[in-house]
């Protein structure tokens, strides 16, 4: 894989994640009631990642380059 689709698929996965982490703050600050069945399941997704990606099994399971390891 080139280092420039590594760069790209990191970037990529970093927005992921820091959208998923900021997702609760943009529904309040939206003025959107949780307890809408789709806002409800968008953050429960986003916890989800959010917790997902900052556990210990998923840091050992992704590449070096992906968490900003160096090569």
């Known amino acids: 894989m080139t280092d420039r689709a590594r760069k790209t698929?990191?970037?990529?996965?970093?927005?992921?994640?820091?959208?998923?982490?900021?997702?609760?703050?943009?529904?309040?600050?939206?003025?959107?009631?949780?307890t809408i069945p789709a806002v409800a399941a968008a953050l429960y997704a986003a916890n989800l990642v959010t917790r997902l990606v900052?556990?210990?099994?998923?840091q050992r399971l992704l590449p070096g380059w992906l968490k900003g390891d160096s090569k």
């Open 9 to 34: 698929i990191a970037v990529a996965f970093h927005t992921v994640v820091a959208l998923a982490a900021a997702l609760p703050m943009l529904v309040s600050s939206a003025g959107l009631s949780e």
């Open 54 to 58: 900052t556990s210990e099994a998923a």
